[in-house]
T-cell receptor, first 114, second 114 residues
Framework: DGGITQSPKYLFRKEGQNVTLSCEQN?????MYWYRQDPGQGLRLIYY???????QKGDIAEGYSVSREKKESFPLTVTSAQKNPTAFYLC?????????????FGEGSRLTVL | AQSVTQLGSHVSVSEGALVLLRCNYS??????LFWYVQYPNQGLQLLLK??????LVKGINGFEAEFKKSETSFHLTKPSAHMSDAAEYFC????????????FGTGTRLQVTL
C-alpha cells in the first residue's frame, strides 16, 4: 500500500542534542512538507520541498534543517538551536503531477525533550 | 496572506445529534478549502475539499461542507453524530501559487456523548 512512513513514532532527547526524524513516501509525489503541531495551535509549516535537491523555509524554520536528496525521502533535523522542540511533527506530501491541492499525511513523530 | 478561524476549540454533541463545526477563512484570492480529521496520536486524514465547482461538497463518513463566499465560511456538518466521530477536526485554506502551503486552523475537538 502506498503511503507516508514516519519514524520513530516516539523519541526522547536530552537538551543540546540534535535529532533527525525520518519521512519516507512511496506515493511518487514530488512535493513534501514538514509541519509542527502543538496543543491549541494547529499545524505550523517548518519546511517544504517541491522537487529533489530544493527546499524552502516555512513559517517556523529556525532551529530546524532538512535535505531532499531523493524523491521519496525528506528527513527533518531538530537542532539544539530549537528552543522549544517538544512537539508532534507531521510529514506530508502532495501529488503535483495531478494538480491535486490536498496533502497526504504520515502518522507523525512525537518528540519529547527531557 | 491567508488565515483560518475555527470557532470553538471544543464542541460536545449527543449521539444522533447534528454536528456543526465552524470555519471562517480570509484569502485575497479564491481559496482552496479542506477539512481534516485527526484521531489521538495519529496523522491527519482528509475528510473533504473544495477547489472549484459545486459549493456543497460531500466527504467521507457522512460529513459535508458548504463554501459560502459571501460569508467567507466553510462549515462542516453531519446530520447524525456517531461515537466514532469523536476526534479533532482541522480546517485549512490554500490558494493558487503558494505550492499548497496550507494554513491550518487551531482545531476543534469534537466530543460525542451517549
Amino acid at each position: 500500500d502506498g503511503g507516508i512512513t514516519q519514524s520513530p513514532k516516539y523519541l526522547f532527547r536530552k537538551e543540546g542534542q540534535n535529532v533527525t526524524l525520518s519521512c519516507e513516501q512511496n506515493l511518487n509525489h514530488d512535493a513534501m512538507y514538514w509541519y509542527r503541531q502543538d496543543p491549541g495551535q494547529g499545524l505550523r509549516l517548518i519546511y517544504y520541498s517541491q522537487i529533489v535537491n530544493d527546499f524552502q523555509k516555512g513559517d517556523i524554520a529556525e532551529g530546524y534543517s532538512v535535505s531532499r536528496e531523493k524523491k521519496e525521502s525528506f528527513p527533518l533535523t531538530v537542532t539544539s538551536a530549537q528552543k522549544n522542540p517538544t512537539a508532534f511533527y507531521l510529514c506530508a506530501s502532495r501529488d503535483t503531477d495531478s494538480g491535486a491541492r490536498e496533502l497526504f499525511f504520515g502518522e507523525g513523530s512525537r518528540l519529547t525533550v527531557l | 496572506a491567508q488565515s483560518v478561524t475555527q470557532l470553538g476549540s471544543h464542541v460536545s454533541v449527543s449521539e444522533g445529534a447534528l454536528v456543526l463545526l465552524r470555519c471562517n477563512y480570509s484569502s485575497s484570492v479564491p481559496p482552496y478549502l479542506f477539512w481534516y480529521v485527526q484521531y489521538p496520536n495519529q496523522g491527519l486524514q482528509l475528510l473533504l475539499k473544495y477547489t472549484t465547482g459545486a459549493t456543497l461538497v460531500k466527504g467521507i463518513n457522512g460529513f459535508e461542507a458548504e463554501f459560502k463566499k459571501s460569508e467567507t465560511s466553510f462549515h462542516l456538518t453531519k446530520p447524525s453524530a456517531h461515537m466514532s466521530d469523536a476526534a479533532e477536526y482541522f480546517c485549512a485554506v490554500g490558494r493558487t501559487g503558494t505550492a499548497s502551503k496550507l494554513t491550518f486552523g487551531t482545531g476543534t475537538r469534537l466530543q460525542v456523548t451517549l
